[in-house]
């Protein structure tokens, strides 16, 4: 089965600060990568899909990048609405990362 | 708007069976692949089971195989998890989801808890 990991587990950032978040496939899964968000007692909200593909209606700052093993998924400038927590998935076997929370400074 | 309603959930022994259903809405149900995911209280996500559209290819994660079975019924827009044999690690909140091409979900309910505790 492939394993996903997510670094870093959590990330205390400020409003307007550029957050970076990475992915890791245990093997290689081409483009076939998702993130989302969600916040406490929430469903998650898809952000991006197919590694780089932004979902409808998901704010421009979000974007995804990477293919093969190693995903990034970057807000460029942090809003206060974007503390949460993210989850990257793995379409193979629809595997998810174990998450990384975004709380403020 | 497009909604997705999960229903079913509640505290049951170990051993015990419990059912249950997304009521889908807004649009075509019967051309999406759907899916369950849950999440144990404080844990991350974990995919537990798909459906095709037309019912012909269901999936499930290892951790349910044999013992939770997913069904839909297109008529009544409605997907279903049937969970049996449940253990105290079945605890979590059930999400259904719409599955995209891509093989991400871009719709979700809004989650039933399932307590599983003597």
């Known amino acids: 089965d492939i394993q996903m990991t997510q670094s870093p587990s959590s990330v205390s950032a400020s409003v307007g600060d550029r957050v970076t978040i990475t992915c890791r496939a245990s093997q290689g899964i081409s483009s076939w990568l998702a993130w989302y968000q969600q916040k406490p007692g929430k469903a998650p909200k898809l952000l991006i899909y197919a590694a780089s593909s932004l979902q409808s209606g998901v704010p421009s700052r979000f974007s995804g990048s990477g293919s093969g093993t190693d995903f990034t998924l970057t807000i460029s400038s942090l809003q206060p609405e974007d503390f949460a927590t993210y989850y990257c998935q793995q379409a193979n076997s629809f595997t998810f990362g174990p998450g990384t929370k975004v709380d403020i400074k | 708007q497009v909604q997705l309603v999960e229903s079913g959930g509640g505290l049951v022994k170990p051993g015990g069976s419990l059912r249950l259903s997304c009521a889908a809405s807004g649009f075509t149900f019967s051309d999406y692949y759907m899916s369950w995911i849950r999440q144990a209280p404080g844990k991350g996500l974990e995919w537990v089971s798909y459906?095709?559209?037309?019912?012909?290819?269901?999936n499930y994660a290892d951790s349910v195989k044999g013992r939770f079975t997913i069904s839909r019924d297109n008529a009544k827009n409605s997907l279903y998890l049937q969970m049996n044999s449940l253990r105290a690690e079945d605890t979590a909140v059930y999400y259904c989801?719409?599955?995209?091409?891509?093989?991400?979900?871009?719709?979700w309910g809004q989650g039933t808890m399932v307590t599983v505790s003597s």
């Open positions: 459906i095709s559209s037309s019912s012909s290819y269901t």
């Open positions: 989801a719409r599955k995209l091409t891509y093989d991400a979900f871009d719709i």
